[in-house]
């Protein structure tokens, strides 16, 4: 089986015409790479043009604030990219005078750049014979060859590594690994794999052995753990009170209501009393409990949400915490959000 020759032919008249495969410019394909690590492609497309159209260069993306980086990026999730995607423009414009570098060696080294977008970007950008391995990779190519090492372990990257790396071509590199990508995402789907029509169905061990549904072995599943959100979602006549996320826990940077983190979802009684310890409140506030809880899944955490809404005449709220701020709609499409925050203000149509 060629399998370099027959996926890479399958690639060429398959591929879906996509903005980012008609460029080798370092700059946009590390954007749409870095949109693409934990996103679909038919999210990702609206946050490519939306991006690029932003921040058309790496100057303009290194000479925007961090809320301008965060608020383009708002709904997308995994702010840490955003963020490093920010830090590295600057250092692309400090460190090497605004020209996007397009080698493994030198991408390595950026912030936000690991081994598969370096090998991405260079073998598209540079030619570089390296072949591209993640989720959708390890997916083919155990099934296909029939690796069984489980997912994220040492052993299968590896693996796959060494066996992509046979098949990678050294005059078009680009063109085999995002012809690998693509079939991931087209053909070798992790549910129903369209394997009928497949052109590796001959070949394709998980297809020959019935073990398409094991192939990949799963990796062992992590414990989440649970935390408890409460929210107070404060209305004034200017709009509504927020506070900064800290450093050192999830959505760092990002704002949200004032937030009450206990070992349970409160009650009215008791979020008045916490909120009037710290001057937010008066103890007679008249506070409604949001229709709905929520259940927000991230990787490693679930958290639980109750938002309690109450509304003051007031326009200037005294409080501890110079860290709060009155956001009008305006300010608030302006500022990166964590998607619960922005799921509870499109639910309760806050804005
Ligand atoms: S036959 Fe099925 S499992 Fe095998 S490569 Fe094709 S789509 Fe994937």
Not at 132 to 141: H, K, L, T
């Amino acid at each position: 089986m060629k399998f370099n020759q027959k996926i890479t032919d399958w690639y060429q008249v398959s591929k879906r015409d996509l903005p980012w495969r008609n460029t080798r410019n370092p700059y946009y394909i590390w954007i749409s790479e870095i949109i693409l690590q934990q996103t679909r492609v038919s999210q990702g497309l609206d946050y490519y043009y939306r991006f690029t159209e932003t921040f058309p260069e790496v100057e303009t993306l290194a000479k925007a604030t961090e809320n301008q980086v965060l608020a383009v990026w708002k709904g997308l999730g995994y702010y840490s990219r955003a963020r490093n995607m920010h830090h590295t423009a600057r250092m692309v414009v400090e460190k090497y005078n605004g020209i996007f570098p397009s080698s493994y060696n030198e991408l390595i080294k950026l912030k936000g750049i690991g081994e598969y977008t370096a090998a991405a970007i260079s073998s598209i950008c540079a030619g570089e014979p390296i072949p591209v391995v993640d989720g959708n990779v390890v997916r083919i190519f155990s099934r296909i060859f029939g690796f069984n090492a489980p997912v994220g372990s040492t052993r299968i990257f590896k693996d796959v590594k060494q066996k992509s790396t046979e098949f990678i071509s050294d005059q078009d590199p680009g063109t085999y690994n995002q012809a690998v990508m693509e079939f991931g995402a087209l053909f070798c789907k992790p549910q129903t794999p369209e394997c009928s029509i497949c052109i590796f169905k001959k070949d394709c061990f998980a297809f020959n052995h019935n073990k398409v549904d094991s192939l990949p072995v799963s990796k062992p599943e992590i414990k989440k753990r649970s935390r408890w959100f409460n929210y107070l979602v404060i209305q004034t006549p200017d709009g509504l009170l927020m506070k900064k996320r800290d450093a050192g826990d999830i959505w760092t940077g990002l704002w949200e209501f004032p937030l009450f983190e206990a070992g349970k979802l409160m009650d009215d009684k008791e979020i008045i009393r916490m909120a009037s310890n710290e001057k937010l409140l008066t103890p007679d506030a008249n506070i409604t409990i949001f229709k709905k809880d929520y259940r927000h899944i991230l990787t490693h955490q679930i958290i639980h949400a109750r938002f309690f809404i109450v509304d003051v005449e007031t326009r200037t709220i005294k409080t501890a915490s110079p860290e709060l701020k009155i956001f009008s709609r305006e300010q608030y499409q302006k500022t990166g959000v964590s998607r619960l925050m922005e799921k509870f203000i499109t639910d309760a149509d806050l804005f």
